[in-house]
């Protein structure tokens, strides 16, 4: 029968694409953090025998000042960012979910920006606002007599973290509450429930999913971050600066690699209590008869709303404006502002910087479509197919969830700067650092598009006769396209402001933009940095745009179910 035969050659290419994903997985991510795991147990330059078997990188954490005050760094800006995050982005999510203020989708549209944006970019731009030499800081200063304290060190780092990353928090939680079913809460207020009772006891349990999840990215991101803690750490190590001091000061990649498994550890505790907070209740707040939840439209309700959100949103990106005027700046005088403006220094970056910006955008793009086609064909077998070895494949792809960029450049570094395969220099190295990296963004939103099409459709066209293939290209994956694009742009426009990987594993003729603007930002020229910076976000920004084009709708509105 011709159904039959049809599943039969659908089962030989699920095969196919399953051995060919194990092998790819295994060469490129399994080996490579085998082997980090390992050497972290070896001293350097030791033979790989029993008997030299150490804990010794591992004893710097008891035995060195410097390691034990970068981890208790690390967990401190984690964590505080983590909780002004939540504070800041619960109440704005509840306002644009919740209150009938004007303007939406912008706000929900400007609310995205801080996590398109390169977040390194956000911590130099509150250099140029509070710095020695700020903004800010000269006009309190002159005008007010004040002294603001430093920008760097901690307060710097949680700073640039909590309004960088809040968006998880509100993107998250706002869409929590607009796809909970509203029922709930007008059934408490009939039973003469209060406005504060009800958000207690029904609102705040029903999101407390999504709070915990976007405090977890969050504690995750900033734990990895390489670049904010470079900009705006100084003396102040967390383990991400300490791991690049060990491979830049010392190329010792076994004493790297573990501490990034430290780091790996506690990101794997944190998405273990985000898993058990989520097993230990029942969370349902999506229904088959969910509809759009009553809008708060009292005036003064509003009017505190809007002002709120345009306060908070006015705070995260108005240092990228300053990134802006800075990049046009010709000459400082003795003020807080620029007194001459030129295209001078997008000159100098165009002249300087030119061979750069071709390797971000022909990295990001390899890479964007060898992550969208891999994770793809890898969706449709974990989806439609029960071979067996599955729940492998889909564990073996999240595991770059929990290793931070930076960890993952010691990996491929570690993996491939010797032995059978050699790639450290070449653009491969990085390419294969940044599909391992994002291959799960298209992975999960390919699963989540597939799993929405009915099977029944592929069925009837297998049964009028047409191949495999045909039904994949003109059934399958068209309906899977929006999905696939949708995690292919988060894909792109997050691999162009990538730093903790690409800082790892650059060399000379395969330098990137974010490499670029951090050598700017260390000569302290501040203007190309600035340049450079502004067609960095420009770039972004306009993937971003197509996409939404593309797609029909903008990013922020894909957190909402209804």
């Known amino acids: 029968m011709p159904g039959a035969s049809w599943w039969r050659r659908a089962d030989l290419v699920a095969a196919v694409v399953l051995g060919l994903a194990a092998l790819i997985l295994l060469v490129f991510l399994v080996y490579p953090i085998s082997r980090i795991i390992l050497n972290s147990f070896f001293r350097l330059d030791e033979p790989l025998r029993l008997a030299n078997l150490t804990l010794e990188h591992f004893s710097r954490f008891a035995s060195s000042s410097l390691y034990r005050k970068a981890l208790l760094h690390s967990l401190t800006v984690s964590l505080v960012a983590s909780v002004l995050a939540l504070l800041i982005g619960l109440p704005m999510a509840f306002f644009v979910a919740r ?236 003020g807080a502002l620029p007194t001459a403006f030129s295209l001078g220094n997008y000159r100098r970056v165009f002249a300087n910087a030119w061979s750069p910006m071709q390797n971000s955008l022909f990295l990001a793009t390899i890479a964007t479509l060898t992550a969208g086609v891999l994770g793809t064909l890898m969706a449709y077998v974990a989806v439609r197919k029960t071979l067996r070895g599955r729940w492998v494949l889909d564990l073996t792809i999240t595991l770059p969830f929990i290793f931070p960029g930076i960890a993952v450049g010691v990996a491929i570094l570690s ?100 490499v670029a603007i951090y050598e700017y930002l260390l000569a302290d020229l501040l203007g190309p940095a600035s340049a450079l910076g502004t067609l960095l976000t420009l770039a972004v920004l306009a993937s971003m745009l197509l996409a939404n084009k593309l797609l029909g709708r903008t990013l922020g509105s894909l957190f909402r179910m209804v």
């Open 99 to 334: 209150v009938k203020v004007p303007g939406k989708t912008l706000l929900l549209s400007l609310g995205t920006l801080p996590l398109v944006v390169p977040p390194f970019l956000g911590a130099y731009s509150w250099i140029l606002l509070l710095g020695r030499n700020g903004i800010l800081t000269n006009l309190l200063k002159r005008t007010l007599g004040l002294q603001l304290p430093s920008i760097y060190g901690a307060p710097g780092i949680i700073l640039a973290f909590t309004l960088g990353y809040f968006p998880y928090v509100f993107l998250l939680v706002y869409g929590a509450l607009a796809s909970a079913d509203p029922s709930l809460e007008e059934s408490a207020q009939i039973m003469g429930a209060g406005r504060f009772r009800i958000t207690r006891t029904i609102t705040l349990p029903l999101v407390t999913p999504a709070i915990a999840a976007g405090m977890v990215i969050i504690f995750m991101q900033s734990l990895g971050s390489f670049g904010v803690p470079a900009v705006l750490g100084g003396e102040y190590y967390v383990l991400t600066t300490l791991i690049y001091f060990q491979i830049v000061g010392y190329f010792d990649l076994n004493a790297a690699g573990a501490i990034a498994l430290v780091s790996v550890a506690f990101t794997a505790v944190s998405l273990f209590l985000l898993h058990h907070l989520s097993q230990r209740r029942g969370y349902i707040t999506v229904t088959g008869a969910t509809r759009a939840s009553r809008e708060l439209q009292g005036r003064g309700i509003r009017v505190v709303a809007m002002a709120y959100c345009v306060l908070i949103l006015a705070v995260a990106l108005i240092p990228h404006l300053v990134i802006l005027m800075t990049s046009f700046a010709e000459t400082w005088g003795r």
């Open 415 to 514: 993996g491939f700067s010797s032995g059978p395969l050699v790639l450290s220099g070449t653009w491969l190295i990085l390419a294969v650092a940044y599909v391992i990296r994002r291959i799960p963004y298209i992975f999960r939103s390919a699963s989540a598009a597939l799993t929405q099409i009915d099977p029944a459709m592929e069925e009837a066209s297998a049964t009028c006769g047409a191949s495999w293939l045909r039904t994949s290209l003109r059934i399958t994956f068209p309906l899977m396209l929006p999905g696939v694009l949708a995690g292919a742009s988060i894909t792109f426009s997050t691999l162009l402001g990538e730093l903790s990987t690409t800082i790892i594993l650059y060399s000379a003729q395969w330098k990137t933009m974010t």
